[in-house]
Protein backbone atom coordinates (compact mmCIF):
# COMPACT_ATOMS: atom_id res chain seq x y z
CA UNK A 1 0.00 0.00 0.00
CA UNK A 2 1.57 3.59 -1.19
CA UNK A 3 1.97 6.68 1.03
CA UNK A 4 -1.63 7.82 -0.80
CA UNK A 5 -3.56 4.47 0.24
CA UNK A 6 -2.72 4.98 3.42
CA UNK A 7 -3.15 8.44 3.79
CA UNK A 8 -6.77 7.60 2.46
CA UNK A 9 -7.11 5.24 4.70
CA UNK A 10 -6.35 7.40 8.00
CA UNK A 11 -8.89 10.03 6.57
CA UNK A 12 -11.81 7.32 6.95
CA UNK A 13 -10.14 5.96 10.46
CA UNK A 14 -9.74 9.94 11.77
CA UNK A 15 -12.72 11.40 9.84
CA UNK A 16 -15.07 9.01 8.93
CA UNK A 17 -14.96 9.82 4.84
CA UNK A 18 -14.58 7.69 2.44
CA UNK A 19 -13.31 9.43 -0.28
CA UNK A 20 -14.16 7.81 -3.44
CA UNK A 21 -12.38 8.47 -7.25
CA UNK A 22 -13.77 8.64 -10.95
CA UNK A 23 -12.78 5.49 -12.70
CA UNK A 24 -9.46 6.36 -14.38
CA UNK A 25 -10.85 5.85 -18.13
CA UNK A 26 -13.47 8.40 -17.43
CA UNK A 27 -10.94 11.19 -17.73
CA UNK A 28 -12.50 13.01 -14.60
CA UNK A 29 -11.05 14.92 -11.93
CA UNK A 30 -13.72 15.10 -9.60
CA UNK A 31 -13.22 13.03 -6.10
CA UNK A 32 -16.37 12.76 -3.78
CA UNK A 33 -16.01 12.51 -0.41
CA UNK A 34 -18.80 10.95 1.44
CA UNK A 35 -19.17 11.25 5.44
CA UNK A 36 -19.38 7.36 7.06
CA UNK A 37 -22.26 7.25 9.43
CA UNK A 38 -22.17 3.65 10.15
CA UNK A 39 -18.73 4.08 12.56
CA UNK A 40 -18.81 4.25 15.93
CA UNK A 41 -16.98 7.26 16.19
CA UNK A 42 -19.69 8.60 13.97
CA UNK A 43 -21.26 11.96 15.53
CA UNK A 44 -24.57 13.18 14.18
CA UNK A 45 -23.61 16.72 14.66
CA UNK A 46 -23.96 18.35 11.21
CA UNK A 47 -21.32 20.89 12.32
CA UNK A 48 -18.66 18.08 12.77
CA UNK A 49 -19.62 16.23 9.02
CA UNK A 50 -18.78 19.38 7.76
CA UNK A 51 -15.34 19.68 9.84
CA UNK A 52 -13.97 16.37 8.89
CA UNK A 53 -15.44 16.71 5.10
CA UNK A 54 -13.60 20.35 5.01
CA UNK A 55 -10.39 18.86 6.56
CA UNK A 56 -10.31 15.66 4.36
CA UNK A 57 -10.89 18.03 1.23
CA UNK A 58 -7.89 20.44 2.47
CA UNK A 59 -6.12 17.44 2.87
CA UNK A 60 -6.98 16.19 -0.63
CA UNK A 61 -5.92 18.86 -2.25
CA UNK A 62 -2.74 19.21 -0.52
CA UNK A 63 -2.04 16.01 -1.82
CA UNK A 64 -3.08 16.64 -5.62
CA UNK A 65 -0.98 19.38 -5.19
CA UNK A 66 2.30 17.28 -3.90
CA UNK A 67 1.38 15.07 -6.78
CA UNK A 68 1.54 17.85 -9.29
CA UNK A 69 5.00 18.84 -8.49
CA UNK A 70 7.05 16.50 -9.86
CA UNK A 71 10.49 17.03 -11.85
CA UNK A 72 13.13 15.26 -13.56
CA UNK A 73 16.91 15.44 -12.81
CA UNK A 74 19.26 14.29 -14.33
CA UNK A 75 22.80 14.10 -12.79
CA UNK A 76 26.45 13.36 -14.23
CA UNK A 77 27.87 9.94 -12.55
CA UNK A 78 30.88 8.38 -14.56
CA UNK A 79 29.90 4.46 -15.26
CA UNK A 80 32.38 3.43 -13.36
CA UNK A 81 30.20 4.55 -10.14
CA UNK A 82 26.81 3.43 -11.23
CA UNK A 83 27.79 0.03 -9.50
CA UNK A 84 27.92 1.48 -6.21
CA UNK A 85 24.58 3.56 -6.58
CA UNK A 86 22.56 0.44 -7.73
CA UNK A 87 23.92 -2.02 -5.15
CA UNK A 88 24.19 -5.48 -4.78
CA UNK A 89 20.84 -7.15 -6.45
CA UNK A 90 19.68 -2.84 -6.45
CA UNK A 91 19.66 -2.93 -2.63
CA UNK A 92 21.03 0.92 -2.41
CA UNK A 93 18.98 1.85 -5.00
CA UNK A 94 15.86 0.23 -3.43
CA UNK A 95 16.94 2.18 -0.31
CA UNK A 96 17.36 5.61 -2.43
CA UNK A 97 13.66 4.58 -4.04
CA UNK A 98 11.97 3.30 -0.80
CA UNK A 99 9.16 1.51 -0.18
CA UNK A 100 6.18 3.77 -1.29
CA UNK A 101 8.19 3.72 -4.43
CA UNK A 102 7.32 6.99 -5.59
CA UNK A 103 10.55 7.60 -7.66
CA UNK A 104 12.00 6.93 -10.62
CA UNK A 105 15.79 6.31 -10.93
CA UNK A 106 17.18 5.10 -14.31
CA UNK A 107 20.90 4.14 -14.75
CA UNK A 108 23.03 4.77 -17.38
CA UNK A 109 21.92 3.60 -20.89
CA UNK A 110 18.22 3.46 -19.31
CA UNK A 111 18.30 7.11 -18.11
CA UNK A 112 17.59 7.55 -22.12
CA UNK A 113 20.49 10.13 -23.00
CA UNK A 114 21.95 9.15 -26.35
CA UNK A 115 25.46 11.38 -25.98
CA UNK A 116 26.32 9.18 -22.62
CA UNK A 117 25.81 6.61 -20.07
CA UNK A 118 27.85 8.32 -17.66
CA UNK A 119 24.62 10.00 -16.29
CA UNK A 120 21.59 8.83 -13.98
CA UNK A 121 18.06 10.32 -14.36
CA UNK A 122 15.73 10.90 -11.61
CA UNK A 123 12.20 11.55 -11.54
CA UNK A 124 8.95 12.06 -8.82
CA UNK A 125 8.06 14.81 -6.78
CA UNK A 126 10.35 17.50 -5.96
CA UNK A 127 11.60 16.96 -2.30
CA UNK A 128 12.00 13.26 -3.57
CA UNK A 129 13.71 13.97 -6.02
CA UNK A 130 16.34 16.16 -3.94
CA UNK A 131 16.69 14.16 -1.45
CA UNK A 132 17.56 10.93 -3.81
CA UNK A 133 20.14 13.45 -5.91
CA UNK A 134 21.76 13.97 -2.94
CA UNK A 135 21.84 10.29 -1.43
CA UNK A 136 23.43 9.11 -5.11
CA UNK A 137 25.64 12.10 -4.50
CA UNK A 138 26.76 11.15 -1.44
CA UNK A 139 27.07 7.56 -2.27
CA UNK A 140 29.02 8.32 -5.27
CA UNK A 141 31.54 10.61 -2.86
CA UNK A 142 31.96 7.36 -0.43
CA UNK A 143 32.55 5.07 -2.84
CA UNK A 144 35.83 7.20 -4.23
CA UNK A 145 36.84 7.89 -0.86
CA UNK A 146 36.42 3.97 -0.28
CA UNK A 147 38.58 3.22 -3.93
CA UNK A 148 41.67 5.92 -2.42
CA UNK A 149 41.47 4.15 1.12
CA UNK A 150 41.71 0.71 -0.19
CA UNK A 151 44.12 1.44 -2.97
CA UNK A 152 47.21 -0.60 -2.52
CA UNK A 153 51.01 1.60 -2.81
CA UNK A 154 53.97 -0.98 -3.45
CA UNK A 155 57.28 0.46 -2.50
CA UNK A 156 60.24 -0.71 -4.24
CA UNK A 157 63.44 -0.38 -3.41
CA UNK A 158 66.88 -1.13 -5.56
CA UNK A 159 70.01 -1.14 -4.50
CA UNK A 160 71.94 1.56 -6.01
CA UNK A 161 74.85 -1.12 -8.04
CA UNK A 162 71.36 -1.99 -9.76
CA UNK A 163 70.05 1.40 -11.16
CA UNK A 164 72.58 4.03 -13.66
Excluded at 124 to 129: P, R, W
Amino acid sequence: MGKNAKKLKQFHDAHNIMVIFPNEALEQSTVVLVYDPSTASASSSPDDKQKHLDDVEKEILKLAKDAADVKSEKISVEARWHDAVVGQGGTTLNAIIGEDKTLSIKVGAEAGDPETVDVILVRGASADVDHAVKEILKIVENAKNDEIDNSHVWIFFFRKRFTS
